[in-house]
C-alpha cells in the first residue's frame, strides 16, 4: 500500500480534467468513422481497438504522480534512443522507411513515444538547472533534442522529427531562458539547416523538391522524380477533396475523390481531407472546435500546475499536439510542404494513437494534482 501511496499519490479523481478524455476518445472514434470509409471496416476495428489499449494507458499515465518522471527522465531517455538506434538493425521496412519494429502482429513505432519522453527530459533539466541565462546552458537540452532528431530524419521521417523543435522552443521559453539567447539558437538552426540542405545524404531529394516545389522555385513535370510528382499530385488532389466537401459534405463514405482512390494515404497522411470532403465545412469545423477544446484544456492544466516541472510538461504536450495537429492540416491545405505527418488521434496507427493518450494522461496527471486556484499554485511554488 506504501508503494502503491508513493506511486500513485495526490491523484484527485475530482480534479481529473475528464474533458481530456471524452475529447479523446471522441477524436479516436471519428477518426475509426472515417478509417473506415478511407481505407476498409477492417482497419477502422483495428483503430478502435489501439484505442481500447490507448485508454487504459491514459489513465495510467494520468493517476501516476508525475513528479516522479524527473527521476525516470534518464532512463527513459536512453531507453528511446536505444530502440532509435536499433532500428536500421532490427526494424521492418515499409514504403522505403525503416520506422517500426515488428511485434506479433502489430509494429512498434518508438519515435511516437519518443516525442514525449523528450518532453520530459526537457523539462527535467530546466527545472532543475541552477542557471539558464548563458547560451552554453542550452547546450544540453539542444542534445538532448539533436540526437533523436537526426536519428528519426534517417528513417526517413521528417515530419515526426521537426515536433522536437517546437517542444524546445516552448519549454525553454516558459523555463526563463532569455529571448534573445533561444533567437541565437533560431539562427544556429538556420544555418544548420542551409549546412543539411547542401550536404550530400542529410536530405533525400524527393524531400528538397518538395520544399521547392511548394516555395515555386521548382515545377513538377515529366522530368522530376517519381516521388516529386506523387507529392505534387496528392497535395493537389487533398485540396480537391477539401473544396469538393462544401458546407455539408458529400455524405459519409460517399466523397467522390474518396471513391475514387485520388487521395493517397488517405487514412493516415491525408485523412483530414476525406473528413472534410464527406462532412463539409460545418462539421469538419466542430471536430476542428473539438481540438481547441483540448488545447485550452492543456493549457489550463499548465497555467494551473503546482510546480514549474508540471507545468512544463503539461506545456510541452500541448506544444507537441497542438503543433502535429495544425501541420497536418497545413499540409492538406497546401500551406506547407508535405513531411508525411498523421492527425492526431485520427489518423491510422497504433503507435500514434496510444502515444498521443499516454502523452495526453500524463498531462492530466499534472491536472488531477493541480492547486484548487493559480493564488494556490503560487503559494505551493
Known sequence: MHFLRLVFGGFNPKRMPWALLVAAVTLSLVGALFITSAESSSYGWRHVRFLAVGVPVFLFAAAFDYRHLASLSTVLYVAGMILLGLLPFAGVARHSAVRWFKMGPHQLQPSEAMKYVVVIALATYFCYRARLDRLRDLAVPLALV????????????????????????????????????????????????????????????????????????????????????????????????????????????????????????????????????????????????????????????????????????????????????????????????????????????GSSLVSTLGGLGLAASVGARRPRSRADAGEQG
Open 146 to 349: 539533436l540526437a533523436p532528431m537526426a536519428l528519426v530524419m534517417q528513417q526517413p521521417d521528417l515530419g515526426t522529427s521537426l515536433l522536437f523543435l517546437p517542444a524546445f522552443f516552448t519549454i525553454a521559453f516558459f523555463a526563463g531562458v532569455p529571448l534573445r539567447n533561444l533567437l541565437m539558437v533560431v539562427a544556429g538552426a538556420l544555418v544548420l539547416a542551409a549546412i543539411a540542405w547542401f550536404t550530400p545524404g542529410v536530405m533525400k531529394d524527393y524531400q528538397k523538391e518538395r520544399v521547392r516545389a511548394f516555395l515555386g522555385l521548382e515545377t513538377i513535370s515529366s522530368e522530376s522524380s517519381t516521388a516529386a510528382r506523387a507529392a505534387s499530385y496528392n497535395a493537389e488532389q487533398a485540396t480537391v477533396a477539401i473544396s469538393g466537401g462544401g458546407l455539408l459534405g458529400q455524405g459519409w463514405g460517399r466523397g467522390r475523390s474518396n471513391l475514387l482512390r485520388r487521395v493517397p494515404e488517405s487514412h493516415t497522411d491525408f485523412i483530414f481531407p476525406i473528413i472534410a470532403e464527406e462532412w463539409g465545412l460545418a462539421r469538419t469545423g466542430a471536430l476542428i472546435a473539438v481540438y481547441l477544446l483540448i488545447a485550452l484544456v492543456l493549457g489550463q492544466i499548465a497555467w494551473q500546475a503546482r510546480d514549474k516541472f508540471g507545468a512544463l510538461v503539461a506545456g510541452g504536450v500541448l506544444t507537441v499536439f497542438a503543433f502535429q495537429s495544425l501541420l497536418h492540416i497545413a499540409i492538406s491545405l497546401r500551406l506547407a510542404p508535405i513531411t508525411g505527418l498523421t492527425l492526431p488521434l485520427v489518423s491510422y496507427g
